[in-house]
Each structure stands twice: as structure tokens, then as C-alpha cells.
């Protein structure tokens, strides 16, 4: 389904969240991307504020339930105890709660309509338990309409060296495909798919115990079982994106060691939870996924998305993101001062990517910004999967940024040893200049496979690049 988005306010709570995310923190969410350190969090007062502000929108809003995203100073302590005490609270009110743990330190809470507020959650901030909160806003694919059926340039280019890539390919590189699900049947991407190495398929069990039961080739977070593929056949986004990255990374040359890990978190009305965005991308991480393709996003500031994205920082992941494809009228914006999210947080291991037709001019639909988006690749009228072992044309930013990932994974398969940073340093350094990009993107370039690939046998690792140990723990909020 196609997904636009219009200009709109940002809520009260919202801004009073981030301001207070400065004091509290010292990080600045609004300036370009560098590398980010520590959490989010907010002091107490701020908390209660946009707890109370959150609670009253979500009873306006008239929902049957609605979603809170909770941080936990010490949830390995407090977890179990709060959890506990919100079911209780609302067994004796006659209506069911849930609590889920979505990463190490972020608690989903469920209300029921109704009950916007809680006495366990306001006795957690009160005793320090609880230190950031925000709703579980919605996300969206970023599908523009209308498509085109004359497809695009692959990618702005001279003749690929492809006697080179045949002699260098040899590292395995794993892509995350954050969207609705991948057909991992079609023929022109199962020999391609990631396949869990320490996972028996069918046994019912959970052999790598990483939580996921027969996980073989990603997971479902919608429905929360072991299928990623789409609800609905013509819910093909996801494929048609698997598709474009086993075009962009030369897939079918001979020893090109690339592999598609689906993670599905779109729904077949093509929406999704950042609840869900955030669980698949610690997935992917912990299963090991260098690239993480990001085509969708949103208007609405999640700090708890931004910690996430800071994971994959140090875990020297790679994180591409669609810049988004305008308003309700199909009119772009400059994100430099309408910021879409994930594209337009400040972290350094984002490439933020927008989208250019065959003439590598951007469309209207387009968002760009000199400071907020780095570079183009090809997004009108491209043909690529279908669900269903078929094939059709789509046009948008979720098109361009899997170009991106598939360059990004065909050049880290070359040279294994690079960071996540030198790889982005790598794409925006070779893009292909164009004059009417000048001013729109931070490059003022499109992606260009060709001159990367010439420039990857020589590029030299930057040790400023280099990210800390996953291990290494974040820093702690202040109390």
C-alpha cells in the first residue's frame, strides 16, 4: 500500500521529551549525523509529563488498547516485579494487561481502553525505576504513488569490473530486510536467503536459544512465528526490495557471498509498531547481519529507535534508510527541517538515500536535504520480485535504498576486513556527481557501483572508523 505523509505537529509531550533528552543527556538529536554515545533518557519530571501527556492522548484517541514503550534503569532487577504489579493492577480493575520485554532495556506495556493510566507505572518513575517513555508510534512503507512502467538505469555507471569481483568475492555478508516479509521461495531469491547455521528447520525447538524457535531464514514479528513472508500476496514490498539488493550485489556472479535475512514488520496493510522495528533490529544483530534495509519510516521522533540504531553503531552494522517520499499531495520535503525518521537521525553508520529517475533527476515526490539525506540511487519504475515467483514495477525511496544496501553488501563482500563506516565512506566518496543535485543531498550525488567497486581493491581501513565492542556496555542514565 502506498504511504504518504503530510506535515503535522509535533505533540506537546513530544517536544517537551526532547528538550528534556538534552539536559538529561547531553546529545543533540537535531544536528547531522555523527557518532552518538550513551542513552536516552529523561529526568523525572520530564517523564512524568510526557507519561501523563501520552496518557491523555491515547484516551482521546478512543482506542480498544494502546502501546507504551517503557526504558528500564535495571530491568534485569525490576522486570519481573513490574510486570507483575501492572497485571495485578489491572486484574482487579477487570481488564487485562500485557508487559513484553523488546530489548534489554525497553518494556512494551498493552492498557486496555480505558485505563490510560496506571499506578504501577507512575510508582516506577516516582522511585526511579523507569526512565524513558514514549508511545509505540506507527511506521509506514515508503511505496510512492503513482509507479512507472519504463524501469530505471540499474544503477548510474560505467562497465562493472566484474572480472575483479569474480577474483575478490569471498567474505559472506548478511542483509536484513526490515519490511513485509520476503518470499524465500521465489527462484530468484532462495539460492540467495540467510539460513540460520545453528537452527534444525521444523523441530519445533530452539537450538541456537536465541529465543526464537526454527527461526531458518528470519522471523515474523507481527504474527510472532517463524515465517517471514508477506500476509497477503499482494503485499510484495519487502520482496520487490529483496529483489533489488540481489540485482545491486551482482548476486549471480559466481562466488559473491550475499545472503537476505527477512525480518518482517510490516503488517499487510503495510503499517508496523517501532516496537516491532526495534525487536528485528536486535535481531539482526545478534544474528549477524552487517546491513540492515530500512524502507519505511516515519515523522515521529522515537528515542527508543534512535537507541537502537546506536546498538548497531556499535556493532558495527550498517544502516540504510529511505528518505521518504513527501506529503499527502506527493509535494518532497527537506528533511533538514522536516526530519523523517529513521533517514534523519544523526547517527554515523546511517546513509540516508532518496531516490532519482532514469535521467538521475528526483522526482517531486522526492524528500531530500543537503544536510540530512547523503546521496540518490535509482527509484522510478523499478521492476523487481513479486511474491508468487512473478515480477512488478514500484517507484519510491523504498526502491533506491535496497540499491544502496546491495552495493553497500557487494563491497563489503570484497573486503571483509572494512568497518561500517569506510563502507559509507566508500559509496558516498564514489557517487556519481550530478548538477541537479547539487544542494539536495549532502553528495550532491547518486550511487555508482561501478567506480566504488574500482576504488574498494585499494581503499584503506580508517581505525577512526572503528566502533566500540558490542559488549562494551551504554553508559547508564543520570538519576
Known amino acids: 500500500m502506498a504511504r504518504n505523509f503530510s506535515t503535522q505537529l509535533m505533540p506537546a509531550f513530544l517536544a517537551l521529551a526532547i528538550l528534556s533528552l538534552t539536559a538529561a543527556c547531553g546529545s543533540n538529536v537535531n544536528s547531522s549525523k555523527a557518532l552518538v554515545h550513551g542513552e536516552t533518557c529523561l529526568k523525572p519530571q520530564a517523564l512524568r509529563s510526557a507519561y501523563q501527556d501520552a496518557s491523555f492522548s491515547a484516551a482521546s484517541q478512543g482506542a480498544s488498547s494502546h502501546r507504551l514503550l517503557l526504558k528500564m534503569q535495571n530491568p534485569d532487577r525490576d522486570f519481573a516485579d513490574f510486570k507483575a504489579q501492572i497485571e495485578s493492577e489491572f486484574e482487579h480493575r477487570g481488564k487485562g494487561a500485557q508487559v513484553t520485554r523488546i530489548s534489554q532495556r525497553t518494556v512494551a506495556v498493552d492498557l486496555p481502553s480505558g485505563n490510560s493510566s496506571s499506578q504501577a507505572i507512575e510508582s516506577a518513575i516516582e522511585a526511579g525505576k523507569l526512565i524513558y517513555l514514549e508511545p509505540d508510534y506507527p511506521t509506514f512503507s515508503l511505496e510512492a504513488t503513482p509507479t512507472f512502467e519504463k524501469s530505471s538505469a540499474a544503477v548510474s555507471e560505467a562497465e562493472l569490473p566484474l572480472d575483479q569481483v569474480r577474483a575478490q568475492a569471498g567474505g559472506e555478508i548478511i542483509v536484513a530486510v526490515i519490511d513485509s516479509g520476503v518470499d524465500d521461495n521465489h527462484k530468484d531469491l532462495a539460492p540467495y536467503m540467510w539460513t540460520n547455521p545453528g537452527e534444525i528447520a521444523g523441530n519445533g525447538i530452539d537450538d541456537d536459544q536465541n529465543g526464537y524457535v526454527d527461526d531458518v531464514h528470519g522471523w515474523d514479528f507481527v504474527g510472532n512465528d517463524n515465517d517471514p513472508m508477506a500476509d497477503d ?215 555508482n557501483r561501478a567506480e566504488s567497486l574500482k576504488a574498494v581493491g585499494s581503499f584503506v581501513h580508517d581505525p577512526s572508523s572503528e566502533t566500540p565492542a558490542p559488549s562494551e556496555s551504554l553508559s547508564s542514565c543520570p538519576p
Open 233 to 447: 500476496a499482494d503485499v510484495y514490498h519487502g520482496t520487490h526490495v529483496a529483489g533489488i539488493i540481489r540485482q545491486a550485489a551482482l548476486l549471480e556472479e559466481k562466488g559473491v557471498k550475499v545472503r537476505i535475512m527477512a525480518l518482517k514488520y510490516l503488517d499487510s496493510s503495510a503499517s508496523g509498531r517501532t516496537s516491532n522495528a526495534i525487536r528485528a533490529i536486535d535481531y539482526a544483530i545478534a544474528n549477524g547481519a552487517k546491513i540492515l534495509n530500512n524502507s519505511w519510516g516515519a515523522l515521529n521522533y522515537s528515542a527508543l529507535l534512535s537507541d537502537a540504531i546506536e546498538r548497531a553503531r556499535r556493532a558495527n552494522v550498517l544502516f540504510v534508510a529511505a528518505a521518504g517520499n513527501g506529503d499527502s499531495s506527493g509535494k518532497a520535503y527537506d528533511l533538514d527541517q522536516i526530519p523523517f525518521y529513521p533517514a534523519a537521525f544523526p547517527h554515523a553508520n546511517i546513509i540516508s538515500v532518496s531516490a532519482v529517475d532514469d535521467r538521475n533527476q528526483m522526482p517531486a515526490w522526492a524528500n531530500f536535504g543537503k544536510s540530512t539525506v547523503d546521496l540518490t540511487a535509482p527509484g522510478v519504475g523499478i521492476v523487481s520480485t513479486r511474491n508468487g515467483n512473478t515480477y512488478g514495477t514500484l517507484s519510491g525511496t523504498s526502491m533506491a535504498t535496497p540499491f544502496v544496501s546491495g552495493v553497500a553488501s557487494l563491497l563489503w563482500a570484497l573486503k571483509p576486513e572494512l568497518s561500517a563506516l569506510d563502507i559509507k565512506k566508500l559509496i558516498l566518496e564514489n557517487a556519481l556527481k550530478v548538477d541537479a543535485l547539487q544542494g539536495r543531498v549532502l553528495t550532491g550525488a547518486t550511487v
